[in-house]
């Protein structure tokens, strides 16, 4: 197959009952597109059929290309990988579940030919999503942009398409602890959205569950931002300041109201819990910045890969000196 031109990125992790429906309406893209195209699936640590289809459909069409990681590292490490290996001048991240919907990427493409260097997908609505959740990435990302340094644009996902040169510095980017969107941002270049209705899962379990969502949140907050740690430093002043008025009525009520009761056990007890909730949460804001440190100095590869599989050319090693460190095995 000659140099792809389009790569299209797509990380799955236990998504037998998608991945012929997203075969099926890829392929109608791949078709209509001016170039030849790449579909990298990247299997994150399945435990299901799912790595198993992904041989066949390397079997059945040239264009389709795999890497099967050793265990589950997580979304972000899986579309790193992906983007790590994609070959192609235009890059596209989409997810498995179908919410991304294929359809809009020869849109993006047109964007990508008026010279921008990163086309997101913006939602406008989210069908059948809990009030909760539509509350909860609402809030999110209005938050986030609050306080970071960093516009990271609201109600997006990693759905987009990215121009090589971007690819070329996300995969210099040396960050363990990876947000792949606020990434892109923090990069610059041209940047513009496309509106689109999210639509609801195709089948299967929802992967991204309440407790991993909140883990990217925090992720996305500590990468971006030091706010937290000012709020640290705001809480001690705070207490130090509340510490300096009880002092202060403890003095005035021993002068003033020698036996009032608010002077005794009680109001030490208050005070004792007080300044342990804001010691605690301090070390624990600390914790977060001292443990994606230690991450960072451990300098371990992102990733481990038990196969790859379609390429027909040798994976572009210049652009992840990772891969170097980290391939497993090997099978074309």
Request: with cysteine; net charge positive; glycine share 6%.
């Amino acid at each position: 197959m000659a140099s792809p031109i389009y790569s299209f990125v797509v990380p799955i992790y236990n998504e037998e009952q998608t991945i012929q429906e997203l075969y099926r309406r890829l392929s109608v893209v791949m078709d209509e597109m001016d170039g030849p195209v790449e579909l990298v699936l990247v299997n994150d640590g399945s435990r299901d059929t799912s790595l198993s289809q992904m041989r066949n459909l390397a079997q059945e069409d040239k264009r389709v290309c795999y890497l099967s990681l050793a265990r589950n590292f997580g979304h972000q490490v899986a579309v790193t990988a992906g983007l790590n290996f994609a070959r192609g001048e235009a890059i596209v991240v989409l997810d498995a579940d179908l919410q991304d919907p294929p359809e809009l990427i020869p849109e993006m493409v047109k964007q990508w030919r008026q010279g921008y260097h990163v086309i997101y997908a913006q939602r406008v609505r989210r069908r059948q999503e809990s009030w909760f959740k539509r509350s909860c990435a609402f809030i999110f990302y209005r938050l986030l942009n609050r306080l970071t340094d960093v516009k990271i644009p609201n109600d997006t996902g990693d759905f987009c398409l990215m121009d090589r040169q971007i690819v070329d510095l996300l995969n210099r980017l040396p960050e363990r602890n990876r947000y792949i969107r606020g990434l892109r941002a923090w990069l610059g270049f041209r940047q513009t959205a496309i509106p689109f209705e999210r639509d609801p899962r195709f089948a299967g379990d929802v992967k991204y569950t309440f407790h991993k969502s909140l883990a990217l949140a925090i992720d996305s907050l500590v990468s971006f931002s030091k706010v937290p740690l000012r709020i640290a430093i705001y809480l001690g002043l705070f207490s130090a300041l509340i510490a300096l008025v009880m002092a202060l009525l403890v003095l005035y009520w021993r002068i003033a109201q020698p036996n009032s009761p608010v002077t005794g056990f009680a109001t030490i007890l208050i005070a004792i819990f007080f300044l342990g909730a804001v010691q605690l949460v301090s070390i624990g804001i600390l914790g977060e910045y001292t443990g994606r440190i230690y991450e960072e100095v451990k300098n371990r590869p992102l990733y481990t890969l038990s196969e790859v599989g379609g390429f027909s050319t040798r994976p572009a090693e210049r652009r992840s000196q990772d891969y170097m460190n980290i391939q497993s095995a090997e099978s074309n």
